[in-house]
C-alpha cells in the first residue's frame, strides 16, 4: 500500500484512482505478455543516464551526494542532469555529470506566467531523441515519472509517492523518516551502488579567474572576515521578520566587532535597504553578486545566519558556520541543510509542527517565538565572543 506524499484529500484522492486504473492496465497487459518487467542493467551495458531534479537549489543540494554515487556506479556512461533553468548556474560547480538540460516546469515555477505545454513538450521530445538507458526521479513526482516515459527512458527508477509508480520498473520503499538526501540515495542503492553516509554534499567552485577569493572580495569591497545575512526565502511564510533581522544587525554591530554583509534577490532591494540604511558596518549587497558569485561569498563568511533557504543549503554544504532560522512548515529531520556546522534554531515543541501549509498560518508562533538575543548566542559561540552573549 503506497503512502502518498500529499496533505490534501483530493489529491489523494486523484492520485488513488489514477494508480487504481495504472496498475490494473498493467496486470492485465502483463497477463498476456504485452507489459514486460525488465531486470536492472549492469553497469557496463548503461551508456546514458539522465537525473532528473527539476526543484529548488536546497533540493539539488542535498541530492549531490547521489548523483556523485550514480558517477561510482557508472564511471563510464554519460550523465546528464535535468534541471529548472533557476538551478542550473550550479551545474558548472557539479564535476560529476557530463550535459545539463534545464527548462521551467510549471510545477515549480515561482515566476510562471502559464502551463508552457509546448516547452515540455519540446523537452520530452528532447529526452526522447537521446535514448537513455536509466532515468532516476530523485523527487519521486509524478509530472517527471511522466516525462521519463513519455521520453522513451528504457529503466525508470523512482518513487511513486505522488502517483504513476506503475510506470516505474524500479520503487523501493519510500522512507518517512529520513533526511531527503537519503531518499536519494536508496534509489541509487537500489541499483547496486551504497552511497557515502553520512552523506556530505561537495561543491567545486573554480579557485581561479573570476571566482577567485580575492578577487570577489575586491570586487565587492569587502573584508576578509564578516557575517552574512540572509532575511529572504522562496516564501514569505518561512521568512524570520523583518524587524527581528534589523534587531539583529544591531545587537551584531554592538556586541561582535565584525562587519555584517546582506544578501538576498534584487526584487527585496527596497526592503533590506531598511537593514543597513545609515548604518556603519553594515554592507549591502543585495541583488549585486550574479549567482555563482554570491554562493561563493558565502563560503568566505565566518557565520551564515539565513532563513531555510538555498544559501542555508550552499553554506552548509561548503563548511562554514551556519546558523539557520526555520518555521515549522517543514518537517526538518528530512530538509535540514547538510554540513557539519550547521544549526537549527526550530520551535518544534510547538504541536503545531510541522504544519505542511506552503503559506503558513496568521500568527507564525514558530518564527516570532525566535529572539534577535538567541540568534546572537549562536552567533557569539561561532565566533568564540564572550560580548557577543
Request: include cysteine; proline fraction near 7%; glycine fraction near 8%.
Amino acid at each position: 500500500m503506497i503512502k502518498y506524499q500529499f496533505v490534501r484529500l483530493r489529491n489523494i484522492v486523484a492520485v488513488s484512482i489514477i494508480d487504481a486504473i495504472g496498475y490494473g492496465i498493467r496486470r492485465i497487459l502483463r497477463s498476456f505478455g504485452l507489459w514486460k518487467s525488465r531486470s536492472i542493467p549492469k553497469p557496463d551495458e548503461v551508456k546514458k543516464v539522465i537525473l532528473i531534479r527539476l526543484d529548488h537549489i536546497g533540493d539539488l543540494v542535498m541530492t549531490l551526494p547521489a548523483i556523485r554515487a550514480i558517477r561510482d556506479l557508472y564511471p563510464y556512461a554519460e550523465l546528464t542532469l535535468l534541471l529548472g533553468r533557476w538551478t542550473q548556474p550550479l551545474a558548472s560547480a557539479i564535476p560529476y555529470v557530463n550535459k545539463v538540460l534545464a527548462f521551467s516546469p510549471f510545477w515549480f515555477d515561482r515566476n510562471r506566467k502559464g502551463l508552457n505545454l509546448r516547452e515540455l513538450l519540446k523537452m520530452v521530445n528532447a529526452i526522447r531523441k537521446e535514448r537513455y538507458d536509466i532515468g532516476i526521479d530523485f523527487r519521486g513526482f509524478l509530472p517527471h515519472i511522466l516525462m521519463m516515459y513519455l521520453g522513451g527512458v528504457r529503466y525508470r527508477v523512482g518513487y511513486g509517492v505522488t502517483g504513476c509508480g506503475f510506470l516505474l520498473d524500479l520503487m523501493p520503499n519510500f522512507r518517512e523518516d529520513v533526511h531527503e538526501s537519503v531518499h536519494s540515495l536508496d534509489l541509487v542503492s537500489a541499483l547496486g551502488k551504497k552511497g557515502p553516509e553520512p552523506p556530505v554534499p561537495q561543491i567545486f567552485f573554480p579557485t581561479t579567474g573570476e571566482l577567485q577569493k580575492d578577487y570577489l572580495l575586491r570586487k565587492y569591497g569587502l573584508p576578509e572576515s564578516f557575517v552574512a545575512l540572509n532575511p529572504f526565502a522562496g516564501r514569505y511564510a518561512k521568512e524570520w521578520p523583518l524587524e527581528k533581522w534589523d534587531k539583529l544587525v544591531e545587537l551584531i554591530l554592538e556586541n561582535c566587532n565584525i562587519p555584517v554583509v546582506i544578501f538576498g534577490p534584487a526584487e527585496r532591494s527596497e526592503e533590506s535597504q531598511k537593514l543597513s540604511a545609515n548604518r556603519e558596518g553594515v554592507i549591502n549587497l543585495t541583488g549585486k553578486p550574479e549567482f555563482l558569485e554570491w554562493a561563493h561569498l558565502l563560503g568566505f563568511a565566518k557565520v551564515v545566519v539565513t532563513n531555510d533557504s538555498a544559501p542555508a543549503h550552499l553554506a552548509g554544504a561548503q563548511g562554514v558556520p551556519t546558523i539557520v532560522i526555520a518555521s515549522g512548515i517543514n518537517p526538518m529531520h528530512r530538509f535540514k541543510p547538510l554540513g557539519q556546522s550547521v544549526r537549527l534554531i526550530l520551535r518544534s515543541e510547538l504541536q503545531c509542527y510541522p504544519c505542511q501549509r506552503k503559506q503558513g498560518c496568521k500568527g507564525m508562533k514558530c518564527l516570532n517565538l525566535i529572539s534577535p538575543q538567541e540568534v546572537l548566542a549562536h552567533i557569539g559561540e561561532i565566533l568564540n565572543e564572550t560580548r557577543c552573549d
